[in-house]
Nanobody
Framework: VQLQASGGGLVQPGGSLRLSCAAS????????MGWFRQAPGKEREFVTA????????YYADSVKGRFTISADNAKNTVFLQMNSLKPEDTAVYYC??????????????????WGQGTQVTVSS
């Protein structure tokens, strides 16, 4: 499956952005999907993952209550709604998918399909 992320940009603290991740090559319906992010000089870190639409998603503590993952199966697209953005949310955001769910959903090494990343900058 090929993943194409978009929607990043520059936003002020407290603002919102909605990232999109369009998949081609295989329907999302049976896949586990997630978002990770990587700030300069830091390792790629877990943001959110969901087994498939309809299942309870998992979130990193740092984004819980502010970020929401959702999916539109008809459009084969996954979204990340980001509200109340903070400067520490600044990073390149990557969408990812794998064929089957893993209990190590927070581990980037468990995923073998990655989008190209989209830059999110939170700054005044």
């Amino acid at each position: 499956v090929q993943l194409q992320a978009s929607g990043g940009g520059l936003v002020q603290p407290g603002g919102s952005l909605r990232l999109s991740c369009a998949a081609s090559g295989r329907p999302f319906g049976g896949a586990a999907m997630g978002w990770f992010r990587q700030a300069p000089g830091k390792e790629r870190e877990f943001v959110t993952a969901v087994r498939r639409p309809g299942f309870r998603p998992y979130y990193a503590d740092s984004v819980k209550g502010r970020f929401t993952i959702s999916a539109d199966n008809a459009k084969n697209t996954v979204f990340l709604q980001m509200n109340s953005l903070k400067p520490e949310d600044t990073a390149v955001y990557y969408c990812t998918a794998r064929l089957h769910w893993t209990t190590q959903y927070y581990n980037p090494a468990q995923y073998d399909n990655w989008g190209q990343g989209t830059q999110v900058t939170v700054s005044s």
